[in-house]
C-alpha cells in the first residue's frame, strides 16, 4: 500500500508562490503516474496538474498552465508543486495522488489514481 503526504500548505496573498511537497512511500515510485488535484470549498476535486515518468512529460489543468510547475525527484520518492501568481480562485485543499497499478479513466480523472494523499489547505487571499 503506498502512502502519500502532502505538506507546504499555508496562507498567501493574491500574487504570492507556494510549494507544496508529497512524500511518497512504495518500492516502484518511478513507474507511478503522480498528479495533484483539488477541491475547493462546495466543488467536486478536480484535476490540477501530473507527470509522467520515464519521460517526465507533464499535463496541466489550463487555469494553472504557467503558474504551477509539477517535479517529480524519484531518488527521493518525492513530488512537487511550485505555485506562482496565485488567485483567490487557486484555494483549495491541495491532494496528492499515484497511479501505482492498472487503474481506469484518463490522466486528468479521479478514477486514474489508487493512491491519495490526506490534503493540505491552500488559502489565497484578495
Known amino acids: 500500500q503506498v502512502q502519500l503526504v502532502e505538506s507546504g500548505g499555508g496562507l498567501v496573498q493574491a500574487g504570492g508562490s507556494l510549494s507544496l511537497s508529497c512524500a511518497a512511500s512504495?518500492?516502484?515510485?518511478?513507474?507511478?503516474?503522480l498528479g495533484w488535484f483539488r477541491q475547493a470549498p462546495g466543488k467536486a476535486r478536480k484535476f490540477v496538474t501530473a507527470?509522467?515518468?520515464?519521460?517526465?512529460?507533464?499535463y496541466y489543468e489550463d487555469s494553472v498552465k504557467g503558474r504551477f510547475t509539477i517535479t517529480r525527484d524519484n531518488a527521493k520518492k518525492m513530488l512537487s508543486l511550485q505555485m506562482n501568481s496565485l488567485q483567490p480562485e487557486d484555494t483549495a485543499v491541495y491532494y496528492c495522488?499515484?497511479?501505482?497499478?492498472?487503474?481506469?479513466?484518463?490522466?486528468?480523472?479521479?478514477?486514474?489514481?489508487?493512491?491519495w494523499g490526506q490534503g493540505t489547505q491552500i488559502t489565497v487571499s484578495s
Open positions: 495522488a499515484a497511479k501505482t497499478k492498472t487503474t481506469y479513466g484518463t490522466i486528468n480523472s479521479g478514477t486514474y489514481y489508487d493512491a
Open positions: 507527470v509522467i515518468w520515464p519521460g517526465g512529460s507533464t
Open positions: 512504495g518500492r516502484t515510485f518511478s513507474s507511478y503516474v
